[in-house]
């Protein structure tokens, strides 16, 4: 009975997840389109399909959906920095791809929130805004550490770690203002790309997995440039 119980909770609370997530992409679309002051509850329980008393059973007002963006997109990607961060198992590269990955993944899936919950900080209660404002600040923290450890293991070339995490943010959270994916496989491709201009960023070149020397960079640079002259 109590394994029942357990298992009926736990996919209720999916259901909410699921149901949640679906009010928070709908309210920022409208907010992106309509404006936050336009747009109203019985706006966003049109656009989720629901009736509004059955909305009030998730959310209680707007100000709460903009305290839940806090909570999904601020403060959940510092806590899966943080332990990425900490894991002994992974190398500084593994988790330069990792947090690109999912921080542009996020980005490119969800652009609205980031957009919404950018644009609205000044509008954001007063403990939800000193939230978030820790939750970056986690953030760069996190990414700052991770360099230091690929600069110190000599993965990463020896730069300013907090000036390239601000980079390093910036390439990524910008795909929330351009990128308008129309499906998973285009969501990859922008993944893709990004995590590797971030490793090309700060990875120390190498060739044929060896560190590369100045004589090998010329040589590579040579031979990128024998290849690009028939196209010129």
Avoid at 151 to 160: N, S
Avoid at 176 to 194: L, M, R, S
Wanted: charged share 25%; glycine share 6%; net charge negative.
């Amino acid at each position: 009975m109590a394994t029942a119980e357990r298992t009926g909770r736990a996919s209720g609370q999916r259901r909410r997840d699921l149901v949640i997530g679906d009010v928070l992409d709908a309210a920022t679309d409208l907010f992106a389109a309509k404006g936050y002051d336009a747009t109203s509850l019985q706006d966003i329980a049109d656009a989720v399909g629901v009736s509004r008393p059955a909305l009030y059973h998730y959310i209680g007002s707007k100000e709460d959906l903009l305290v839940m963006l806090v909570e999904r997109v601020s403060q959940a990607l510092a806590d899966v920095f943080a332990e990425l961060s900490a894991r002994a198992d992974l190398e500084p590269t593994e988790k330069l791809t990792i947090l690109t990955e999912q921080l542009v993944r996020q980005r490119a899936e969800h652009p609205s929130q980031f957009r919404i919950l950018d644009r609205s900080e000044m509008m954001l209660p007063k403990e939800a805004g000193e939230d978030h404002a820790a939750a970056r600040r986690r953030v760069l923290r996190e990414v700052v550490a991770i360099i230091e450890e690929g600069i110190k293991a000599g993965q990463f070339t020896p730069v300013d770690p907090r000036t390239a995490a601000l980079s390093l943010l910036g390439m990524c959270n910008w795909v929330a203002w351009w990128a308008k994916p129309a499906n998973g496989v285009e969501v990859q491709a922008i993944v893709d790309t990004i995590s590797a201009l971030a490793r090309q960023m700060l990875c120390v070149p190498q060739v044929d997995g060896a560190v590369a020397g100045p004589a090998d960079l010329l040589a590579e640079i040579r031979s990128r440039l024998d290849r690009l002259e028939p196209l010129i």
